[in-house]
């Protein structure tokens, strides 16, 4: 579809456009493992990687392959690979594409989950350096030899740190190294990192592009930004069958997807595709309710700290007002220490209590006790987290609702 039409209306027809058995609107779910060939010829080419089609689920379905093209109208990449969470994409790509003799730089604020991650890389042999990538410097300072990759988030869980993107991107481009951006806090309605360079986006669908909490997913996309053929770490197979343009996701797809598990379900690739047709309506109004959270939290005397983008005392609020469409539905708080957190949360009545984030609905979380607990309380202080922090993930209640609940809360 063009894509001078509007981002909702693209996703919206992609599926009818790529004109699906018998006229469905949607991609039907094909739940079969395998896939028969009248000639082997096909099965054999489509093993040697000399056409596409499919042979096995594991890294393949037509179903998934659906998403995957919607993940990439709305990346503006060449292709994408989906698994089956977004912590599945994050590692399965940087085991296919990182050696033992590596080394990473990446954000010292990452989520907990990805931070834990890249330690099992480092037990493992791979070297890695964390650092404040609000700052280019700091990344330009880190960067070695044998540096073949960057990873930042565009907005960081839960203390919503913005990553210097563009100027990251610079570098990166100026040395010839992967840069990967995790664009799951912002989604692509808000920012599309291929605006600053990014050579692999990753999102988890599981969050905003699903959207109501309902199927687990995830995805690398690859914006044609990196030159390929010149990645020293390649699989030397890959290069006589494959395009070099293709050599990257192919090594993903087939190293990482196929080899390490992390398979997308058909059935919730699709629930996945069908949440993902109203992502921008529910991000508009999670990012209205977001912003005028943030503002009553920053007038309330028992609120000692705001973490959110959109209020000027953000750091890098002028950033973000460049870079995103707009401030996202992430916000954290810091309560005043007189109040115990968790009684406060279970003061809220309409607000549900969960790990998740990006759904329909608002949730809160109590992050040092929980989602980074396993960090320990002198790592947790290095990244800006207090124990009294609160983690929101806004969602599209009728504001007035919101406020009053949390404005009770408070009050009791």
């Not at 209306?9 to 739940?31: F, Q, V």
């Not at 609000?134 to 073949?148: F, G, L, P, Q, Y």
């Not at 916000?331 to 968790?342: F, G, R």
């Amino acid at each position: 579809m063009s894509t001078k039409r509007g981002f909702t209306t693209n996703i919206l027809h992609a599926d009818r456009l790529g004109k699906p058995e018998h006229g469905s609107l949607h991609k039907p779910i094909h739940t079969s493992v395998t896939y028969g060939h009248e000639d082997v010829q096909d099965l054999v080419d489509i093993f040697q990687n000399k056409k596409s089609g499919y042979a096995y689920s594991r890294q393949g379905n037509p179903t998934v392959t659906a998403l995957e093209q919607k993940v990439t109208q709305m990346e503006k990449g060449v292709s994408s690979i989906a698994f089956s969470t977004g912590m599945a994409a994050i590692s399965a790509t940087v085991m296919a594409l990182i050696k033992g003799t590596d080394h990473i730089v990446a954000s010292s604020f990452l989520f907990g989950n990805s931070r834990s991650i890249f330690q099992t890389f480092i037990d493992m042999g791979i070297s890695i350096d964390f650092v404040d990538a609000t700052d280019v410097e700091n990344v330009r300072t880190a960067i070695k030899d044998n540096t073949r990759m960057v990873f930042v988030e565009t907005i960081a869980n839960p203390a919503t740190q913005i990553a210097d993107l563009k100027n990251i991107g610079d570098l990166c481009a100026e040395k010839g190294i992967l840069y990967m951006v995790d664009n799951t806090m912002t989604s692509p309605y808000l920012f599309n990192p291929i605006n600053v360079k990014a050579s692999l986006v990753i999102n988890s669908l599981t969050k905003y592009i699903g959207g109501h909490g309902n199927a687990l997913g995830g995805a690398v996309t690859n914006t044609g930004l990196f030159d390929w053929a010149n990645y020293p770490n390649i699989f030397p197979g890959f290069k006589t069958t494959v395009k070099p343009d293709a050599l990257g996701m192919t090594q993903i797809r087939k190293k990482g997807l196929r080899d390490a598990g992390g398979t997308l379900s058909p059935e919730a690739a699709h629930t996945i595709s069908v949440g993902a047709e109203t992502l921008a309506l529910r991000l508009d109004r999670a990012c209205s309710n977001a912003l005028a959270l943030a503002k009553f939290f920053n007038d309330h005397p028992k609120v000692k700290k705001v973490f959110y983008p959109g209020i000027e005392s953000h750091p890098q609020h002028a950033l973000a007002g460049e870079l995103f469409a707009r401030y996202g539905g992430l916000m954290s708080i810091e309560l005043d220490e007189s109040i115990d957190c968790l009684a406060f949360l279970n003061k809220l009545k309409l607000v549900v209590k969960s790990s998740n984030l990006g759904d329909t609905r608002t949730l809160a979380i109590p992050v040092a006790q929980t989602i980074f607990f396993e960090l320990g309380a002198e790592r947790r202080a290095e990244m800006g987290i207090p124990e009294s922090m609160i983690r929101l993930s806004v969602g599209i209640e009728d504001q007035e609702d919101l406020l009053e609940d949390f404005k009770t809360a408070l009050e009791r």
